[in-house]
């Protein structure tokens, strides 16, 4: 499987990358207003079960609410907060918002899974766990309901600095999952050394995997690597109908998100979102083959 992948990777998986071209970057004084301000707002965007279509949980996906030019994403001013000093402020920011909406939905009965994305510069720092953890016991919090989402490449460019910080979390209970995996020519071996639990396939290698013999082929030597290794998958990027479909004939992976099921929205729409989805799902789930 590893070499596998890594041909597949070499060959032809650069083409198939997502990354779009976005507008340029921000101006790091404006960001630091912003953040101190409160104009960082978190979305959130569901992870459902796709033998069930059970809600596992929700990822949390920073917007700033600029006062004067809207909604800037999170590809304009993420990496200009990691360059600037600001990622740690920012990534608290998120985390407060997340675990307070949490309690909020604990206590209307819902308990999800909290999953925030995070930079090789947080979970390598030692006051950022300290923080989470502290703020998971202040908003009770379970700490096992909690994932930090680290991208692949980011965690792969500096493999050594990240093992002692994720087995510090891991110890703690704290999911640890890959994110955009398939982008960042990680080998099995690699893998193996760290205690990551969860493995989110990129969506260049989901989206139209049905169709495209190259995406399949990476698609599945992928969650041949994460069942060796015992990790739980999700497929991000699923867009369509086809996508869906595609997912509940395979029968492999375990947690789905994307267009598909809902984009991400403001944490007030989660409830109205979750009552539509439970209708929505009659004709959606295919009988599971034993
Ligand atoms: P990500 O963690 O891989 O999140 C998925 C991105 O893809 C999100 O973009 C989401 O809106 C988008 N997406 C979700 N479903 C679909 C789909 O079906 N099709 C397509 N084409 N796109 C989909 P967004 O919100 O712009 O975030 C981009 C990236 O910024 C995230 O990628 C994550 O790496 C980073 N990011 C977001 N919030 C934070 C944060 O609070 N802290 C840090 N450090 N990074 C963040
Ligand atoms: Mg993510
Ligand atoms: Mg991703
Ligand atoms: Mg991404």
Same mark, same amino acid.
């Given at each position: ?78 990496? %200009?907060? =990691?360059?600037?000093? $600001?990622? &740690?402020? +920012? ?7 997340? #675990?307070?909406?949490? @309690? ?45 989402? %680290?991208? =692949?490449?980011?965690? $792969?460019? &500096?493999? +050594? ?7 510090? #979390?891991?110890?703690? @209970? ?117």
């Amino acid at each position: 499987f590893e070499r596998l992948c890594q041909v597949l990777a070499q060959g032809q998986a650069a083409p198939l990358l997502p990354k779009g071209s976005h507008g340029g970057l921000c101006d790091p004084a404006d960001l630091a207003r912003g953040i101190a301000s409160g104009e960082l707002i978190n979305h959130y965007q569901p992870k459902v079960v796709l033998a069930n279509g059970a809600v596992d949980g929700v990822e949390a996906l920073v917007r700033w609410q600029h006062p004067r030019q809207g909604i800037i994403y999170p590809d304009q001013f993420i990496s %200009v907060a =990691e360059q600037h000093g $600001m990622i &740690e402020e +920012l990534s608290r920011c998120v985390m407060r918002q997340a #675990l307070s909406d949490a @309690r909020f939905w604990r206590q209307h009965g819902l308990s999800l899974n909290i999953a925030i994305n995070v930079t090789m510069n947080n979970i390598s720092s030692l006051l950022f766990p300290e923080f989470v953890t502290q703020m998971a016991m202040e908003t009770g919090m379970p700490l096992d309901h909690l994932v930090l989402e %680290v991208t =692949e490449s980011q965690l $792969m460019a &500096e493999p +050594l600095k990240a093992l002692d910080s994720v087995a510090r #979390l891991r110890l703690k @209970r704290i999911g640890l999952s890959i994110d955009d995996f398939g982008t960042g020519y990680s080998s099995l071996a690699q893998l193996r050394d760290f205690p990551f639990n969860e493995l989110k396939i990129d969506r260049s290698f989901v989206h139209q995997a049905s169709r495209d013999p190259t995406r399949k082929a990476i698609f599945d030597s992928t969650l041949a690597m994460a069942e060796q290794l015992g990790m739980s998958t999700v497929a991000e990027g699923v867009e369509d109908a086809e996508d869906w479909d595609y997912l509940q004939k395979l029968g492999r992976c375990h947690l789905a998100q994307g267009y598909f099921i809902a984009r991400p929205m403001p944490a007030e729409k989660i409830v109205d979102w979750l009552q539509q989805w439970h209708h929505r799902l009659e004709g959606l789930i295919a009988p599971r083959k034993k």
